[in-house]
Structure formats: C-alpha cells, structure tokens
C-alpha cells in the first residue's frame, strides 16, 4: 500500500526535469502518467474528429446531425457515427491515418466491428473494404436484451398503456415482438421461446423476471383513471367527465350510458372488478393511488420458488444471472434436452462418455467439478460438489442466512455456472476439441471474475481482500 500511496513522478519540459508530482490517486495499472497521457492522446483524436464538421463532403449519422456528434468514448472504448457512404467514412478514416502520424497508434481491425443499418450490400462492401473492419452484428446477450425490452416496452408503450385501453390484440402483438427479441435477438417473428412469456412477466420470487405485463399494467391504469374520477382530482378531464357524464351520481353506482366514449366505458368497467378488492379499499381510503404497488397487488400469488434467493444480493454479472435463471427452470440447452427436440442426435458430455444433462453438467461430471472444487477450495469451503438437484439443496442451505458470506457464495456458484457454461459451448461449437481435460486456466479466469464481480460492492471488499492472497 505504501508503493500505491506514497509514489512520485517526475516530467521533461524542454529537456529539463521539472518538481516531482505526487499522485494522490495512486498507480494505476503500474503507470502512474498512462491515464494522464491516454487522456491527452484521445483528446487529441476527438478534435481531429471533431473538425470533420467544417468539411461539405462529410455528412452526419442522421441521428447525430442536430449534436455535430461523431464519436463517443466509453473508458477505453470508442464509437464513430457517420452517414453510410462512402465519402464520409473515407473522410473517418484519412482523419485516422493522420492521427497514426502524429502518434502511431493504429486501428486494430480484430478488435474493431461496423455496424450498419438501411445501407445496400454493395456500399457495405466498399466501406468494408475502404476501413479494413469487418460488419458486426450488435452484441446484445440474453441479459441485455432484458433490459433493453423493460426500457423500451416502458418508454414507448407506456404513455398510451397510461390513458387507453389498449386493444387486446395490440397487446399480443408486443408481446410476440418482446418474445421473440429476447430468444433469437431479432424482429423477425418466431415462435422459438425457450421459456414462456408469462413466466418471464411473472415476480423473480416465482421464478420470473419480472419483465411488465402489459395487459396488467394497461388494467391498473385503468383503475388509476376510475379513481382520478372518485376522487374528483383537479383535472380537466376529470371535471369535464363529471359535468357530462356523472352529473350529480357517485361514480361507482352511475349506470354506463351509451352515450359515454369507449375510453370511459372501459374505464367504468373496472368498476365491477375493483368492488371486492381489499386494495381498491385502501386507496381510497388513503388517498393515495400508487401504481406500481397496485399492479404487484394484481399478481397471482403462486408458489415461490426455493431457489429465488439465490436471484437477490447476488453480484454476479447479468449474463451470468440469466444463465442461472435459465438452468434453476431447467431449461438450458444442454445436449439431453436438445436430443429430446430432435435438434441433435449425440447426448455424450464434452468433456467424458456421460450423457449431458443439467444434473451432470453442474457438477457430476468430472471436469466442471474441478472447477467448482477449486472455486470453493480457494473461498476455504469443504465441500465435495455433486449433481444440480443436489449442490441446489447444499447451497441453499448454505445461503440461508444474510450476510457476506452467502453474497460471495451465491455469486461464485453463478459465474462458475456461467463461465463452465461458455467452456462447454466454446468446445461444443467451436470444436476446439476441448475433450481432454485442459482446464488449467478456467479456475483463475473463474475466481477473477468473482473478485471483480464482488469488489464493485465496497461492503464486500474486507471480505474478499483475504482471499487474494
Ligand atoms: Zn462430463
């Protein structure tokens, strides 16, 4: 610690040494001016990027026009927009050659992708072949599409879902869209799901995600309009509905008349489901309606399931966490359950004669067990891991209480899940004949994982500090 802290460094200016700087933020990667000097290098970059703007020939993304954007950086990450022709990219890419120059640093294909939207083939292949990068398809895994699909069903749908009663019809419709997004990562319609959409919409208590249910959120708002107009609330609308419609009647009792909108029918017909609903009373009783409260009220309670603990206080990356969801539901693509689909005809296990199952895979078989000893010899737990039903019953029991311990547990079990997973499908698809038991490695790419995972919750740190050494 005293290195990290206590280092100073020194500069050239004109051939002369200039006073020592202390670095208060201490080494970074073992180079304390590499930030200073990456930051420098890439300012330089931007400007030069920048300057695209002044030239008539170069033409904005459509989207980034308004803002003169063409390029962003994420840490050492970067992104250039451009209209697709061929004029702008060039331009991109002289501005690149000037800056290897000046500094030296070129683009490195292999680690560079294209991403082009509306552009014919025949462009795409000169704008391949003018910046030497091959076309990359965006990287969405199943996590991110998650996500991606909670933002977007809420950002767009929200708004109408808020005042209308969406047609039941429009409803399945996203929710087909939703679907077959999350399972093959495209618009395309497909009835390829490997999990059922209600069960993804269900809580994470009863093995969902908890992604929105649209039909139950358009109901809820729905009910919000019913109780805006019990409680008189000072709108426009309320007021106009009132004068019109309620005349002097109480809203729950006024019959609905032919004359009202459809909008206002299917909002008086919630009337008939709310009646007996203990929560209904409540917020009429309090005086406040909250929304999100009332639509978790409105989710069928059924049994949870023993493993949704396993879902919370995890640090386990995404990724990582789908891939759990996937194998607790017993529905990841192991070879038994692909045979069964008739997609394959081989069952034996990569790694030795066995059939692949779930149950195998995590951790009879020999190989993966390896791993997952190692992971548990290296956290100081005796344990000897066993098949999937079984290492669920044990870890379960082991993460009973809260606390430290049981966060670092669960998170280890799901990035060795993850990371054992990616190890079979690397040698299953890329026949990299992985068969013989080369897992030296694996472990420490393993445990970094969880160190990293871990370490971004300080309260972790102290604990996971004593592993390292
Ligand atoms: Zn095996």
Redesign the pocket.
């Known amino acids: 610690m005293q290195v990290v802290t206590t280092i100073s460094y020194k500069s050239i200016v004109n051939g002369a040494y200039t006073k020592g700087m202390n670095a208060k933020r201490g080494m970074r990667q073992g180079d304390p001016i590499s930030l200073m000097l990456f930051v420098l290098v890439m300012e330089y970059l931007h400007r030069k990027l920048k300057d695209l703007s002044r030239i008539p020939n170069f033409n904005f993304h459509s989207k980034c026009e308004k803002l003169k954007l063409v390029d962003m950086s994420f840490d050492d990450d970067r992104l250039l927009f451009t209209r697709g022709d061929v004029i702008s990219v060039q331009l991109v890419m002289d501005r690149f050659k000037s800056f290897f120059e000046a500094t030296g640093l070129v683009v490195n294909p292999n680690k560079c992708k294209l991403y082009c939207g509306n552009i014919d083939d025949g462009t795409v292949q000169q704008i391949t072949n003018i910046t030497g990068l091959t076309s990359g398809v965006l990287p969405f895994s199943y996590a991110g599409r998650i996500r991606l699909i909670n933002s977007v069903i809420f950002s767009t749908t929200n708004f109408w879902l808020q005042c209308i009663p969406l047609p039941k019809d429009v409803i399945r419709r996203i929710e087909a869209l939703c679907r077959t997004f999350l399972w093959t990562g495209k618009g395309i319609m497909s009835r390829k799901a490997l999990i059922a959409w209600s069960k993804v919409c269900e809580p994470k208590s009863q093995g969902g995600l908890n992604v929105v249910d649209l039909a139950r959120w358009n109901k809820v708002c729905l009910i919000k309009l019913l109780w805006n107009l019990c409680r008189k609330a000072d709108s426009l609308w309320v007021r106009w509905v009132h004068t019109n419609y309620m005349k002097d009647e109480r809203v729950m009792v006024v019959p609905i008349k032919n004359s009202c909108s459809w909008i206002l029918k299917e909002i008086l017909k919630t009337i008939q489901e709310v009646e007996g609903l203990n929560q209904w009373q409540q917020v009429v009783k309090n005086d406040v309606f909250k929304t999100k409260k009332f639509y978790y009220s409105l989710v069928e309670a059924k049994s949870k399931v023993p493993w949704r603990k396993l879902m919370y206080e995890n640090e386990a990356s995404p990724r990582a966490l789908f891939t759990l969801w996937m194998s607790c539901n017993k529905r990841i693509g192991t070879k038994d359950r692909l045979s069964k689909f008739g997609m394959i005809s081989e069952e034996n ?1 990569e ?2 004669p ?1 059939k ?1 199952s779930l149950q ?2 995590f951790f009879e ?3 993966m067990k390896t791993i997952w000893t190692a992971v548990l010899e290296w956290m100081n737990i005796l344990h000897s891991p066993q098949g999937w039903d079984k290492e669920m019953t044990w870890l379960l029991t082991s993460c009973n209480k809260k606390g430290w311990r049981s966060t670092v547990l669960k998170t280890a079990f799901t990035e060795t899940v993850y990371m054992c997973w990616l190890y079979r499908n690397t040698s299953v698809y890329k026949n990299t004949g992985a068969r013989s038991n080369d897992i030296s490695g694996i472990e420490n790419d393993v445990i970094d994982r969880i160190v990293h995972r871990c370490w971004r919750n300080p309260k972790l740190r102290e604990h996971v500090a004593p592993l390292l050494i």
């Open positions: 296990c790694f030795c066995a692949e195998h895979l078989c020999t190989t």
